[in-house]
């Protein structure tokens, strides 16, 4: 189905939501079959998945996200491996103050895994003597385990409000453009997607 096929269908949102209650995540390559599952777990939280789709993150979406491991020896592997992979992106919103706050736990909570994580990860088979030689970028399946690390953590999360706006505007900008246009987009968002040209002229 084509993205305007899709926003064409697209329920009309009806509830507005404040800006610090919207945020981003995207399931790994090999866990969109998941979804179902990890909304369930969102709405328990009182969280819930306003949109969503399965795209291929682009080479900047990358650097962006993951610009703190920019100089680290696994990067560009996982960088390629992302990029050549579809992930499943959630815009999600919440009617409970925080949502951003509540989403980072489910993903990390006090340095250990958050619920969604502890649930789905899938550890890859490595000794503390191979993951050191991997952290040394020494080791003879270096790719292979820099894809298998990448994978386990299910989940990725923003770490701020303005971090997951930020990143959407990059993922799915010229999609949520459509989606203004079908009045599928919170007022609050549209002028986070605006071009500066637009913004100039209003």
Same mark, same amino acid.
């Given at each position: $189905?084509?993205?305007?096929?899709? #926003? &064409?269908?697209? +329920?009309?949102?009806?509830?507005?939501?404040?800006?610090?209650?919207?945020?981003? &995540?995207? #399931? %790994?390559?090999?866990?969109?079959?998941?979804?179902?599952?990890?909304?369930? $777990?969102?709405?328990?939280?009182?969280?819930?998945?306003?949109?969503?789709?399965?795209?291929?993150?682009?080479?900047?979406?990358?650097?962006?996200?993951?610009? /703190?491991?920019?100089? @680290?020896?696994?990067?560009?592997?996982?960088?390629?491996? =992302?990029?050549?992979?579809?992930?499943?992106?959630? =815009?999600?919103?919440?009617?409970?103050? /925080? &949502?951003?706050?509540? =989403?980072?736990?489910?993903?990390?909570?006090?340095?250990?895994?958050?619920?969604?994580?502890?649930?789905?990860?899938?550890?890859?088979?490595?000794? +503390?003597?191979?993951?050191?030689?991997?952290?040394?970028?020494?080791? +003879?399946? /270096?790719?292979?385990?820099?894809?298998? =690390?990448?994978?386990?953590?299910?989940?990725?999360?923003?770490?701020?409000?303005?971090?997951?706006? @930020?990143?959407?505007? $990059?993922? #799915?900008? +010229?999609?949520? /453009?459509? $989606?203004? %246009?079908?009045?599928?987009?919170?007022?609050?968002?549209?002028?986070?997607?605006?071009?500066?040209?637009?913004?100039?002229?209003?």
């Amino acid at each position: $189905m084509s993205i305007e096929d899709k #926003l &064409a269908r697209a +329920p009309e949102i009806k509830e507005s939501f404040p800006k610090n209650e919207i945020t981003f &995540a995207y #399931l %790994k390559p090999r866990f969109g079959d998941l979804l179902p599952e990890v909304e369930k $777990m969102l709405n328990e939280q009182g969280l819930e998945v306003i949109y969503h789709d399965r795209v291929r993150l682009t080479p900047e979406a990358v650097d962006f996200i993951y610009r /703190q491991y920019k100089d @680290a020896h696994f990067f560009e592997v996982m960088k390629d491996y =992302l990029v050549n992979n579809d992930v499943v992106v959630l =815009l999600i919103g919440g009617k409970k103050k /925080q &949502a951003q706050k509540i =989403l980072f736990g489910l993903k990390k909570e006090g340095g250990e895994d958050g619920l969604i994580r502890k649930k789905f990860k899938r550890d890859p088979m490595v000794s +503390p003597e191979d993951f050191k030689l991997w952290e040394e970028g020494r080791h +003879p399946r /270096q790719h292979e385990l820099t894809i298998s =690390l990448t994978q386990n953590n299910v989940i990725h999360t923003a770490d701020t409000a303005e971090e997951a706006l @930020a990143t959407l505007s $990059m993922i #799915l900008g +010229p999609k949520f /453009q459509e $989606m203004k %246009k079908e009045g599928n987009l919170p007022a609050e968002l549209w002028e986070i997607f605006d071009s500066d040209e637009e913004k100039k002229i209003n």
